[in-house]
């Protein structure tokens, strides 16, 4: 019986399974709703923004993102930042970005969160977003009324173009004829899907490097000298101070870089 029991687990690890919380490889219904044809890659999801792209700018409700910027020790006074933002991945918590509403370039702007993984997918391709930005640009540029207890949304979304990592005036000096990169067509021609016994989809841990000096290799995964580094699943069922000591929990996106969503 024992030699059944050891049978049937282990062909269950090779088997599909109805698409449920459990088994999002072949597709979920994530947090509003939307159908995700399937659980994106580590790769994928850390891969950074284009240096120069273009999407849709929605905005955080009041106090949020300055207290993700607090929560994660990004003090905006310090890397001379007008607010903070978010991005879809997380490899870019820590840049800075310029953003372009109408004709005007403002920043810079401290990247301090990032998409869940199992929501970059509809972030990016349902709702088109490139970026977004604090309660108080968003007053700035129109799109909500003052807060006091509440607030009214004139616009839930503007079209802008964002530089990431590098400002208008050097970016343009070097490149005067470039147009920026759709987001969402940047996503779709890259974006892989996870197989479900895929050993590259371990949990990302920080690895203590506050600043991003330059992207990541294609190998990012395998050298300590980059800022994250996946682990194996069993690492957690075999040594859980691994992650501790790291203060994780401090630096993940949203603080649930441990869930697949």
Same mark, same amino acid.
């Given at each position: 019986?024992?030699?059944?029991?050891? *049978?049937?687990?282990?062909?269950?690890?090779?088997?599909?399974?109805?698409?449920?919380?459990?088994?999002?490889? @072949? &597709?979920?219904?994530?947090?509003?709703? @939307? $159908?995700?044809?399937?659980? *994106?890659?580590?790769? =994928?999801?850390?891969?950074?923004?284009?240096?120069?792209?273009?999407?849709?700018?929605?905005?955080?409700?009041?106090?949020?993102?300055?207290? =993700?910027?607090?929560?994660?020790?990004?003090?905006?006074?310090?890397?001379?930042?007008?607010?903070?933002?978010?991005?879809?991945?997380?490899?870019?918590?820590?840049?800075?970005? %310029?953003?372009?509403?109408?004709?005007?370039?403002?920043?810079?702007?401290?990247?301090?969160? !990032?998409?869940?993984? &199992?929501?970059?997918?509809?972030?990016?391709?349902?709702?088109?977003?490139?970026?977004?930005?604090?309660?108080?640009?968003?007053?700035?540029?129109?799109?909500?009324? =003052?807060?006091?207890?509440?607030?009214?949304?004139?616009? %839930? +979304?503007?079209?802008?173009?964002?530089?990431?990592?590098?400002?208008?005036?050097?970016?343009?000096?070097?490149?005067?004829?470039?147009?920026? =990169?759709?987001?969402?067509?940047?996503?779709?021609?890259?974006?892989?899907?996870?197989?479900?016994?895929? %050993?590259?989809? &371990?949990?990302?841990?920080? *690895?203590?490097?506050?600043?991003?000096?330059?992207?990541?290799?294609?190998?990012?995964?395998?050298?300590?000298?980059?800022?994250?580094?996946? $682990?194996?699943?069993?690492?957690?069922? $075999?040594?859980?101070?691994? +992650?501790?000591? +790291?203060?994780?929990?401090?630096?993940? !996106?949203? @603080?649930?870089?441990?869930? %697949?969503?």
């Amino acid at each position: 019986m024992k030699t059944i029991m050891i *049978i049937i687990l282990a062909l269950s690890m090779f088997l599909d399974f109805p698409n449920d919380d459990s088994n999002p490889y @072949n &597709g979920y219904e994530d947090s509003w709703g @939307n $159908w995700v044809p399937g659980l *994106i890659t580590n790769e =994928t999801w850390m891969k950074p923004a284009p240096r120069y792209t273009s999407g849709k700018m929605v905005f955080y409700g009041p106090y949020a993102m300055d207290a =993700t910027a607090a929560y994660r020790g990004i003090n905006y006074q310090e890397k001379g930042c007008l607010g903070g933002i978010s991005l879809m991945s997380p490899i870019d918590i820590g840049k800075k970005a %310029w953003v372009k509403v109408e004709d005007l370039w403002y920043g810079p702007f401290c990247v301090v969160d !990032c998409a869940k993984k &199992g929501d970059m997918y509809s972030i990016v391709v349902t709702r088109r977003e490139a970026v977004e930005v604090n309660f108080d640009f968003a007053h700035q540029m129109g799109m909500v009324s =003052t807060f006091n207890g509440s607030y009214e949304v004139y616009k %839930w +979304y503007i079209d802008v173009e964002l530089l990431v990592n590098i400002n208008p005036h050097t970016y343009f000096k070097l490149y005067p004829n470039n147009k920026p =990169t759709s987001y969402i067509d940047f996503f779709l021609e890259t974006v892989e899907y996870a197989e479900r016994n895929s %050993w590259k989809e &371990g949990r990302i841990l920080w *690895i203590g490097r506050e600043e991003y000096s330059h992207f990541p290799s294609d190998e990012y995964w395998e050298t300590h000298d980059w800022i994250w580094k996946v $682990w194996g699943h069993m690492i957690y069922w $075999w040594d859980n101070t691994k +992650y501790i000591s +790291y203060d994780i929990i401090k630096h993940m !996106c949203k @603080n649930e870089l441990l869930e %697949w969503r």
